[in-house]
């Protein structure tokens, strides 16, 4: 098992290493649809059996060289974030949004829903400002973006992240400036927003979760699809699943197929 957090260049160097022991199966997510191409086109080549997450390398055919793509409906949670994010204003106010800058199709469905949503469905939410990250410290550099929309835009009412790590930036900032009005939604059901959701007044609003459990369930079956030469679909998508205080701890099992932990039990209490 290895980690690149989303820095493509490790990720190629830990693909090189996993080539050496001569895998059969290698299961993936491209932090970057360019950069890592060549690593997993050589991968596909000496016949190792690929099945990505969430994105697939440029170039790369499925069917030859991959098995399939895994993925949730990330359009899906956008959407759910986005209306979410409304219920929370009333329907109206001023938003930013905290995206990922990157080519990465999972946030950029993710984006492009909650946008499409705002716009189209809550003509009295105003997009005051949009800005994005791209570095590793996601939590950090969302919280000085989150500052700074505070500062420009002091009456504003909410900000969306893009998912949940970068969520915890918001919260940071909103909390620093004294901002616990501020709403938030995000996507991806992490401990951290989860507790924050679980609080009667809590700041996290509501979100859109994935289903990484069942996803990787579905992985594995595709390997075994790859070794046995069975046809595999070329995508598989898990629903969107829209999470608020009401449903969290049900929600979390849902995800996890596990309990709740317990902080986030005594969360739900307060």
């Not at 390997?223 to 998508?237: F, N």
Request: proline share 5%; hydrophobic share 40%.
């Amino acid at each position: 098992t290895t980690d690149a957090n989303f820095d493509s260049a490790k990720q190629v160097s830990d693909i090189e290493t996993v080539l050496a022991m001569k895998p059969s199966i290698i299961v993936s997510i491209p932090t970057d649809p360019v950069a890592t191409a060549d690593a997993y086109k050589k991968a596909a080549d000496a016949g190792v059996k690929l099945v990505f997450m969430d994105n697939v390398p440029d170039g790369l055919e499925q069917g030859k060289d991959y098995v399939s793509v895994v993925s949730a409906d990330n359009y899906g949670n956008g959407v759910a974030s986005a209306h979410l994010m409304a219920k929370a204003l009333g329907g109206k106010g001023k938003i930013g949004i905290v995206f990922y800058q990157a080519d990465f199709f999972v946030t950029q469905q993710r984006y492009d829903a909650f946008k499409k949503t705002i716009t189209e469905d809550y003509p009295d939410i105003e997009i005051v400002d949009e800005e994005g990250f791209s570095g590793s410290d996601q939590a950090g550099e969302s919280q000085q973006i989150a500052s700074a929309m505070m500062t420009k835009y002091p009456d504003i009412n909410g900000i969306w992240g893009v998912w949940d790590v970068p969520a915890e930036g918001i919260m940071a900032a909103a909390r620093a400036m004294n901002r616990p009005d501020l709403v938030i939604t995000c996507s991806d059901l992490g401990l951290n927003v989860a507790v924050e959701l679980a609080k009667s007044d809590g700041m996290l609003k509501g979100l859109g979760a994935q289903r990484p459990y069942d996803q990787g369930v579905t992985e594995a079956l595709l390997a075994g699809y790859g070794l046995l030469g069975k046809t595999a679909p070329a995508y598989v998508a898990w629903s969107a699943l829209p999470v608020t205080h009401d449903n969290v701890l049900e929600a979390w099992t849902t995800v996890y197929h596990a309990d709740p932990p317990q902080a986030l039990v005594d969360a739900s209490k307060q």
